[in-house]
Each structure stands twice: as C-alpha cells, then as structure tokens.
C-alpha cells in the first residue's frame, strides 16, 4: 500500500501512514458486505494510528470531536494494545470508541465490522463475534439517531441479521427477521433474508455470500 506522511491533528506528531490506493469499486461478496477478494493489506488503509498519541481515524489529520478525552481513557488505552486481538482489529476497535463519542454510530459499526474482518483472517472468531455483536450495537443506534446506513430498512435487516448469526446470537438473528418492518425488500433482499433465516435454523455461523443466497433460493 502507498505511504503518506501526516501530521496528527491531535498531538502533532508526524509519521507514514497507509493510504487508501484507488483501484475502482469494490464488489460485495459476503453477505455482511465484505467485498470480494478484500486483503489485509488493503484494510489497513481504512483506519491510521498515531505511533505517539495513539489516535486512530480514517485520517489523523482531522481532529475528531471528544477525541482527547477518548484516548485518555482507560478502556481506550487498554484497547490500543489488547494482546487478544490483532493489532490492526485494535485500530478499528479504537476507530469506532471516538466514533461513538462522537455520535457517529454508523461509522462506528463498520469499524467493529472490520475489525471482525481482521479477526477473520487471523482466525480469531471468538473476538470476531464479539466484533459483529457490537457492530449489530452500534446499527440499531445509528437508526434510533436517525443515522441510516443503507437506502431500505430491510437491507438493514438483513445485514443485521448475517451479524447476529455470525456472532452465533441464533435467536436473536430469528427474531430480527421475523419482527422487523420489510416492506421495502426487493425480491433480492427477501430471497437473502429466506436464506438467513435458514441458516440460522441449522445454527450455522459460517461465512456466506450473496450469491450463495440468491442462487440457494433459485434451487
């Protein structure tokens, strides 16, 4: 990944972070909207970290507000160097502790995604499901504040639901299905929601794809 220096908007400090390469649009493949053949190393682009003060963002040259009194914190501080996780999880994890601070609950529930994300290639599912149900979290917020993240409320529903069950909250996924509002779903989206609540039957928590669910519901 290309390499940029900054200056930290924060403490001032100045370092080479990595910088998101342009190399067009990503296509969704997972059904928790990762994209297909996403790698680490491109991810590690998405979130940059301060080497002195700690500060994690998609760019430290802003400021983000509360930030100061986030990083200061004790459960941030323990966050930046948790030995359970894996180091770029932990910037993500960081990322999404200002972002909630901030009242910015969408961008901190795909910050708990992509962590879940890191953590997945590292093979740690535990701190993976723990990401995910914190991201399914901060969602709910997001749409409680009037903060959604997708144009449909049942494409949310359905992104909820693939978080819930990879994070193995069977019944919580089930019922998420079967209480929220879909009546926007397209044919698309309900044949994916099928799909999920399937799964979530056979209490599989495995990694699917979009298109395993469109063409599972063809058969």
């Given at each position: 990944?290309?390499?940029?220096?900054?200056?930290?908007g924060?403490?001032?400090?100045?370092?080479?972070v990595?910088?998101?390469?342009?190399?067009?649009p990503?296509?969704?493949?997972?059904?928790?909207?990762?994209?297909?053949?996403l790698?680490?190393?491109?991810?590690?682009?998405w979130?940059?970290?301060?080497?002195?003060?700690?500060?994690?963002?998609?760019?430290?040259?802003?400021?983000?507000?509360?930030?100061?009194a986030?990083?200061e914190?004790?459960?941030?501080k323990?966050?930046?160097?948790d030995?359970?996780?894996?180091?770029?999880a932990?910037s993500f994890?960081?990322?999404?502790l200002?972002?909630c601070?901030?009242?910015?609950?969408?961008?901190?529930?795909?910050?708990?995604?992509?962590?879940?994300?890191?953590c997945d290639?590292?093979?740690?599912?535990?701190?993976?499901?723990?990401?995910?149900?914190?991201?399914a979290e901060?969602?709910e917020?997001?749409?409680?504040?009037?903060?959604?993240?997708?144009e449909?409320?049942?494409?949310?529903?359905?992104v909820?639901?693939?978080?819930?069950?990879r994070?193995?909250?069977?019944?919580?996924?089930?019922q998420?299905?079967?209480?929220?509002?879909?009546?926007d779903?397209?044919?698309?989206?309900?044949r994916?929601?099928?799909?999920?609540?399937?799964?979530?039957?056979?209490?599989?928590?495995?990694?699917?794809?979009?298109?395993?669910a469109?063409?599972?519901?063809n058969?």
């Open positions: 990944m290309p390499k940029e220096k900054v200056k930290c924060l403490c001032g400090t100045k370092s080479h990595s910088v998101v390469d342009d190399t067009g990503f296509v969704l493949q997972d059904l928790d909207t990762r994209p297909a053949g790698m680490p190393a491109a991810m590690s682009a979130v940059q970290r301060c080497p002195k003060c700690g500060y994690c963002a998609s760019d430290i040259r802003t400021r983000q507000e509360g930030a100061e986030v990083i914190g004790i459960e941030y323990k966050q930046l160097d030995h359970l996780y894996p180091y770029l932990n994890i960081c990322k999404a200002i972002n601070r901030a009242r910015e609950y969408g961008g901190a529930a795909f910050a708990y995604i992509h962590a879940a994300w890191v290639d590292s093979n740690n599912d535990d701190r993976a499901a723990v990401c995910r149900q914190k991201a901060m969602l917020i997001a749409e409680k504040y009037g903060q959604p993240v997708t449909y409320r049942a494409e949310m529903t359905a909820l639901a693939d978080l819930l069950r994070a193995g909250r069977f019944e919580q996924a089930g998420m299905i079967e209480t929220r509002e879909k009546n779903a397209g044919e698309e989206i309900e994916i929601l099928r799909f999920e609540a399937e799964l979530i039957r056979k209490k599989d928590s495995s990694c699917r794809t979009i298109e395993e469109l063409n599972n519901m058969n």
